[in-house]
């Protein structure tokens, strides 16, 4: 069965540097595009990034320039690295994989933007 596991969220100030992991299981993962979403209190869930499996990536216009996403395949781990976080990233970020016209998802990771 998939699951995905994300990690790394946390409370930060504006201006400082988080990087989310999410490491997948029970999918070859070489072989799947990984996306980040995240949905922020009161919000609806809204797509951020992906990764396709020859490393080409894509970004929502909110964070290209800020945000990079990398996978790993021999760790079966995505990662997101936000730079010159705004307090409007503050939201719950999740990993997703579509498998089999399924998507899966992760619990999600907290990231909070704070002075």
């Known amino acids: 069965q998939v699951q995905l596991v994300e990690s790394g969220g946390g409370s930060v100030q504006p201006g400082e540097p988080l990087t989310l992991s999410c490491t997948a299981s029970?999918?070859?993962?070489?072989?799947?595009?990984m996306h980040w979403y995240r949905q922020a209190p009161g919000k609806q869930r809204e797509w951020v990034a992906l990764i396709t499996t020859s490393d080409s990536r894509n970004y929502a216009s909110s964070v290209k320039g800020r945000f990079t996403i990398s996978r790993d395949n021999a760790k079966n781990t995505v990662y997101l690295q936000m730079n010159n976080l705004k307090t409007d990233d503050t939201a719950v970020y999740y990993c997703k994989v579509t498998k089999n016209a399924m998507d899966y998802w992760g619990k999600g990771t907290l990231v909070t933007v704070s002075s």
């Open positions: 029970g999918i070859i993962f070489s072989l799947y595009v």
